[in-house]
């Protein structure tokens, strides 16, 4: 039985990370310890285009993942805690990654393939050089003027449930006096 064989009937003809049912190919996953049928996975097309070209990725198309994160095949495993990974930005993510649980084995091998991907990956980081992450909580550093809000932000006020804006390391997005801003993370330390 070829390795395509294998996986279509180990995957009963769908893909393996969203179930959708044409278009599917053999994917060998990145580091693989062997190269067998066991760390490859059965996917379409589109989840193929958006795991090798960061651009095309659509987030929505990746929540898919709730189901696909819990497939007892460990190459299936690693792709879901991978793309997981890529897309902890967007907030829903990091709540799967954070339920997730891969053996050590597996964690390794999927943590060996997402190290160049988090290179390029944007880091936002608050005046002091801490890590921030959505949903965290920040205090201004200096008084700012919101232009166009007609108020002044005191130095000291908290910003509640930030989000991180995905392209740009320099900013997070928060609410101050009702308003949703775009905010410098020079001014802002974590709390």
């Known amino acids: 039985m070829s390795v395509e064989q294998e996986l279509e009937t180990r995957s009963e003809g769908k893909c393996e990370l969203c179930a959708a049912t044409e278009n599917l190919a053999v994917y060998e996953v990145p580091s693989s310890p062997d190269n067998t ?10 989840c193929s285009d958006q795991i090798e070209n ?7 198309h990746w ?3 709730n ?16 793309m997981l990974n890529r897309l902890r930005a967007e907030g829903w993510p990091q709540d799967l990654l954070d339920m997730m649980y891969l053996e050590d084995d597996v964690k390794a091998w999927a943590e060996a393939g997402a190290e160049s991907a ?7 980081k608050d005046s002091n050089g ?46 101050i006096n009702g308003q949703q801003l775009v905010l410098l993370t020079e001014f802002m330390k974590k709390s």
């Open 118 to 124: 988090q290179e390029d990956a944007v880091v936002h």
């Open 37 to 46: 049928a066991d760390e490859c996975i059965y996917i379409c097309a589109t």
């Open 130 to 175: 801490v890590v921030l992450e959505n949903g965290d909580t920040v205090v201004l550093i200096k008084d700012l003027k919101v232009s166009g809000g007609g108020f002044t932000a005191k130095r000291g006020t908290p910003v509640r449930n930030i989000r991180l804006v995905a392209d740009n390391a320099l900013q997070i997005e928060g609410r």
């Open 54 to 60: 960061a651009d095309n990725v659509d987030a929505n």
């Open 67 to 82: 189901d696909s994160m819990w497939s007892q095949v460990p190459a299936v495993q690693v792709m879901a805690w991978r």
């Open 63 to 65: 929540r898919c993942l």
